[in-house]
């Protein structure tokens, strides 16, 4: 099993779509989970972390769930500006570094 | 302002060369990492340090070396040994304790002429 795997897309969706990413990971003693963003040539950028009890951040809600070893991003009432590129990261064994997925595409179009 | 500088953005390398990325950062970060992403790929942990004048490998070093003489700076050199050099390379910094998120420099495009 690849240490964070995530399904490619692309996801195709309207403007006001509700659009939801998994992301599942194979370390089961990662503390710290990580949704970032990535725009076509640009840097990744932190779009939120991921807490145990969930958490939420405006249109934009992660979920955690350790038993079955996977993250999920909810993003609601999607924006042409959601389109990008969504990276699953989850801390290595040694929780020294990141390990990145390699990203759900999302195109929201009008 | 506070963050983490990456040069150049553009660089071309002819074969048999050795190139050296730079990467600055002022958020008095103990940890610093670089990565590389292939198109359509995810990133790939190349190097990282926790603590200067200490790094580790990480998935992909061979070809690459690296320093920490400072706190500051963490450049990248990729060697003629490194066959496939063309790719996105990112660098990035993060506060160490906790399991804190990374921040990233706006990345070197790497080419061979």
């Known amino acids: 099993r690849k240490e964070v795997e995530q399904d490619p897309g692309p996801f195709n969706v309207p403007e006001g779509a509700t659009v939801a990413f998994n992301c599942t990971y194979s370390?089961?003693?990662?503390?710290?989970f990580f949704w970032y963003r990535q725009d076509c040539r640009k840097e990744p950028k932190l779009l939120m972390s991921?807490?145990?009890s969930g958490n939420e951040d405006g249109r934009f809600t992660a979920q955690l769930n350790r038993a079955s070893q996977y993250i999920s991003l909810l993003i609601r009432d999607s924006k042409l500006s959601d389109s990008a590129t969504y990276l699953c990261?989850?801390?290595?064994?040694?929780?020294?570094?990141?390990?990145f997925g390699k990203g759900t595409t999302l195109s929201v179009s009008s | 302002d506070g963050g983490i500088t990456q040069s150049p953005k553009y660089l071309f390398r002819k074969e048999g060369q050795n190139v050296t990325l730079s990467c600055e950062q002022n958020?008095?970060?103990?940890?610093m990492y670089w990565y590389r992403q292939d198109p359509g790929q995810g990133l790939r942990l190349i190097y990282y340090?926790?603590?200067?004048?200490?790094?580790q490998k990480g998935d992909i070093a061979e070809g690459y070396s690296v320093s920490r003489e400072k706190k500051e700076s963490f450049p990248l050199t990729v060697t003629s040994a490194q066959k496939n050099p063309t790719a996105f390379y990112l660098c990035?910094?993060?506060?160490?304790?906790?399991?804190?998120?990374?921040?990233f420099g706006d990345g070197t495009r790497l080419s061979i002429l």
């Open positions: 990261v989850v801390y290595n064994q040694a929780g020294t570094a990141l390990i």
């Open positions: 991921v807490y145990s």
């Open positions: 370390n089961s003693a990662s503390q710290s």
């Open positions: 990035a910094s993060r506060v160490t304790g906790g399991n804190q998120p990374q921040h």
């Open positions: 340090s926790q603590i200067v004048n200490d790094f």
């Open positions: 958020l008095n970060h103990d940890a």
